[in-house]
T-cell receptor, first 112, second 115 residues
Framework: DAEITQSPRHKITETGRQVTLACHQT?????MFWYRQDLGHGLRLIHY???????NKGEVSDGYSVSRSNTEDLPLTLESAASSQTSVYFC???????????FGPGTRLTVT | AQSVTQLDSQVPVFEEAPVELRCNYS??????LFWYVQYPNQGLQLLLK??????LVKGINGFEAEFNKSQTSFHLRKPSVHISDTAEYFC?????????????FGQGTILTVHP
């Protein structure tokens, strides 16, 4: 079955370190998204991509970057981790502009 | 500005009682509407969606929602809840061509079903 996976599921890192969260989908979807989920804020969009070599900033993109070198993967990089980036991160993919998004299981990141 | 408001942050109900989770949206264009459910320590799972056609949409696990364009609402209902329905529920919309797939989420409603 097609799916979307995230790794690692849990990560503890120190302030200032670079961290990369992986997202891999096997649906061959063009659209992929990264969100963070924080208590009281719901889900907020960090970055998104509509295809290979395409990336766009979301509403909370400062301190994050993504790259899209193939259809299946959209890794999220925290350039220099900060305590404010402690959160649960979700990746999602979408077949097209009117379709639903399919979510991965999430990565819980703690920055100490 | 486009936004989604879930009118209740928490809804406690007893098992087998009916429930309604309220969602209002604000958009100047036609939208696609979704309800997602999130169980503890899991990702979001699609419950149901409204793209076009009949305004009453049926989803998984016995849930349904009604799209009301005049009231810009998309309330989620279930006639009889189970303990297993305890979860957080998110309403979201996609503003079609102007957003090209991006979803705007509400803040979430925590549904707690008591025995």
């Amino acid at each position: 079955d097609a799916e979307i996976t995230q790794s690692p599921r849990h990560k503890i890192t120190e302030t200032g370190r670079q961290v990369t969260l992986a997202c891999h989908q096997t649906w061959n979807h063009n659209n992929m998204f990264w969100y963070r989920q924080d208590l009281g804020h719901g889900l907020r969009l960090i970055h998104y991509s509509y295809g290979v070599q395409d990336t766009n900033k979301g509403e909370v993109s400062d301190g994050y970057s993504v790259s899209r070198s193939n259809t299946e993967d959209l890794p999220l990089t925290l350039e220099s981790a900060a305590s404010s980036q402690t959160s649960v991160y979700f990746c999602a993919s979408q077949i097209g502009p009117a379709g639903e998004q399919y979510f991965g299981p999430g990565t819980r990141l703690t920055v100490t | 500005a486009q936004s989604v408001t879930q009118l209740d942050s928490q809804v406690p109900v007893f098992e087998e009682a009916p429930v309604e989770l309220r969602c209002n949206y604000s958009s100047s264009v036609s939208v696609y509407l979704f309800w997602y459910v999130q169980y503890p320590n899991q990702g979001l799972q699609l419950l149901l969606k409204y793209l076009s056609g009949s305004t009453l949409v049926k989803g998984i696990n016995g849930f349904e929602a009604e799209f009301n364009k005049s009231q810009t609402s998309f309330h989620l209902r279930k006639p009889s809840v189970h303990i297993s329905d305890t979860a957080e529920y998110f309403c979201a919309f996609n503003a079609g061509g102007t957003s090209y797939g991006k979803l705007t989420f509400g803040q979430g409603t925590i549904l707690t079903v008591h025995p």
